[in-house]
């Protein structure tokens, strides 16, 4: 199956397998969410004894299963490697979209994501950028941190992104022929686009 077809299938799917799909990601979110609440722990000092109980396994228990995760999650942390991967990503989306390809563009985006963000959409907001700012020209910075774990922001008017679910995020300013249009770029922990956000020029609020 071709990936214009895979995507194709995945927007009308039976509601019982977009739910299969759905709830999966929620899980892998939640999962997520426990490994950053766990490295934040360790890293406010708590031990792997305290830990443990609370998850209700030994001490050697949790620190076997979750000491690799956490080191490798560890927070306000990327490696090279997760920095450059997740740089280069976000330049990808970007350049789709001011390409008009917009089904490369969604093959970044997580099945949620897709679901809220349809390439008619993306599309259509595109279309706004273009009609405010002129032609795009270029990728003309861009951002990468961690989110602020105290927020909780709405993404678009159908998907609620709740930080826990955010690894990381790219701030962006886009050169177009009459503008700066500037926005965001929110990842899971799987490296997938869970948010993505574009305002006509800075004046607006960041949502992460």
Request: hydrophobic residues 40%; proline residues 3%.
């Amino acid at each position: 199956m071709t990936l214009s077809h895979l995507e194709g299938f995945m927007e009308n799917l039976p509601t019982q397998l977009e739910n299969i799909a759905l709830a999966q990601e929620a899980a892998q979110d939640s999962e997520h969410h426990l490994n950053h609440c766990i490295a934040v722990a360790k890293n406010d000092g708590y031990s792997w004894g305290e830990i443990g109980s609370v998850l209700g396994v030994s001490r050697q228990a949790a620190a076997q299963k979750y000491s690799k995760i956490i080191q490798e999650i560890a927070p306000m942390h990327f490696s090279e490697t997760t920095q450059a991967h997740l740089t280069n990503t976000a330049k990808a989306v970007l350049h789709r979209i001011g390409e008009h390809e917009w089904e490369k563009a969604h093959s970044y985006f997580s099945f949620t994501a897709k679901r809220g963000l349809s390439k008619k959409k993306l599309a259509e907001v595109w279309q706004e950028v273009l009609e405010g700012c002129g032609d795009f020209q270029r990728v003309d910075s861009l951002n990468l941190h961690t989110p602020n774990p105290h927020e909780f922001k709405v993404f678009s008017a159908t998907i609620k992104v709740p930080n826990t679910s955010i690894f990381a995020i790219a701030d962006f300013t886009l050169d177009h022929t009459d503008g700066k249009p500037v926005g965001q770029i929110a990842f899971n922990s799987r490296r997938k686009v869970i948010g993505f956000i574009i305002y006509l020029n800075d004046s607006a609020e960041f949502p992460w």
